[in-house]
């Protein structure tokens, strides 16, 4: 067996003979999915929203038509329509929705500060027709204020599930990399476990081309156990069919390589494992917060989804699904396919030319 | 290039964090021999080899590793095929099997020595997990890494202190074997008498820099002292007057007072005068011996300096 194969074939044995990693890069995500969905999805008990028409008029009845779609779908919500003025808002409990009838203001979801837990469940669906635009903290903890209809009318249909798994997908995609990949990396070379390999006849881009491999494949057979898992108790909606399975498989690669790359390049010169845990918090949690995963992106500042959008977790996330539940060809989703192609040939480059072997 | 040696060190340092700084220059590396490493912890033996190795960053380097230059050498993957090295620390992925090592070590060499394999006893340790094996099963793979190729050149770290005596027994076999069938020369950093014995060379390190580099006979016979007298003084042990006479014997190399007991080196004249001292002193209990390794080991390390 040639040597790339049989440092892939240890390394990729090694792995499954890891039951913690193992937990954490198949199960745990399974996991997480299933306390976001029993939160966030819709099922846990009726949740009373409030809608107040502050005017009548064809935008009003537009609206509450569409959010009834969108919401609909959402088990357990209950509207409760009725005419409002905002004076009277203070005393209601729970969300209270305000459609003005003047279509130059926008329409306003609200959030008391004593309202009932149950009533934050509604929040991420609403958040997936509307963005966050503003907070008004004299008056209410939480002030949502809803963009333009035609944002909504998109997301009509769209359950949270749908929204969430494939953000899911990119963040554990990013996480295994960072704390599982990049962390190992560090630790082997924090241990002196790298000496060897700088004694060995072994370049170093045999090397990173058999843990780059093995790791993809991880992260591959992750993402469509994921995804079967996901669409078997979710049920995704997606049209699964072989083009979108090739679609699906060459996004996911592509994104498997990039998030790998970059771990790659993080663990090339870091010595110790307290500074690459360090840094890979500095750069997860930012970027999955700010990369429309779980939570929308609409409501953000201009400069943070700018920045937001150069870093790939987000256009991944977004093209996955476009190209499930839109249907969109590989045209439509290039600049994610040509921005994670360009992250991921940086970082490989970087990588062969910094990574070292050991810490002295 | 240099037939006679496989490592010449022109100049080498390296400095720490905490300001204390290592120097080692002018040391030749004999060919087709064993050179061993002695000296106290701390000393600087390990760094020695590990920079040698390319694995410690120096402020200073000029080193010859079999002809070329270090950076050569380690560029050159038919090089680094010539050299086979037992570090301190065996620190491999836990998660591997031993039957899995030596597939890659095949697969990195191409080539295997069935004799080391069984001399180490890797079949019985196969199927284990890294994280599975003792102390000295762990450091049985990491020598069947660095020796199953028969590499021409070979550095061990302390190859048998955690082998249990019929392991190491069959180590030191091993490794006259490789130098004398094989023509392989060898650097141990040793703190064991039984891996001294074997070696045709000793380097003492102390506080960084080398101290001496002899032939193990040179060593014993100009730097120490052929032979080895021991007293053990018991309540005598407060006379001064002891060591004043010690002092006065002829051929008296060195001696050393310790916990009761009083180490004299020297030529094997110093016999008689040695024997009258006990006699005046009425001493009971000492010995008269021919140095050995495990001398040499306790002078270059109690009695550093």
Redo the contacts between chains.
Sequence with gaps: MSLFLQLAAIDLKSYFRNSFALFFTFLFPVLLLFLLMLAFGGDNGPTKIDVKVAGNGPRAEKYMEDMQNILGHSQGIIFNIQTATETNMANEKGVVVTIPADATQKVRILVQKDAPLSSFNSIYPLMLVNSMQEIDYEKWDFVLNVVEDGEAEIMQGFKYGQYLIPGLIGMILISTSLFGFCTFLVEQRAKGAFKAYHLYPLQKWKFIAAFTSTRFLILLAFSFVFLIVADKVYGMDGVFNLALIGKLTLLISLGALTFLSLALLISSRIMAVGMVTGIANLLFYPATFASDLYIPQGGFPEIVKTIANLFPLGPFAAAMRDITYKGAALSDISYALGLMSVWTIACFGLTLVLFKWTKD | MSQQHIIQVKQLALSFEDGTAFSFDNINISRGKITGIIGPNGSGKTTFV?AV?????TSKADITIDGVTQKEF?SS??N??N?G?Q?Q?????E???VS?MV??HK???GTQSKRIYDDLALAEISSK?LDKLSGGQKQRVSLF?ALAHMPKLITLDEPSSALDKTMAEKLIALLKYMVAEQGCSIIIVTHHPYELDICDEVMTIYAGTKAYHETRDDFINQIIGAYHAQIFTGDQNDDPTIETAIDNIAHVKQHFRQNGQIDIFGSAEMEADFLALVKQYGLKSYSFAQTNSADILKISTSYAG
Aim: proline residues 0%; positive net charge.
């Design positions: 590990e190795l390319g694995l410690k960053n380690f993957m038919k680094r095929k050299l090295s570090l620390v065996f620190a491999f992925s998660m591997v099997k899995e597939s890659l697969a990195l060499y997990r890494m």
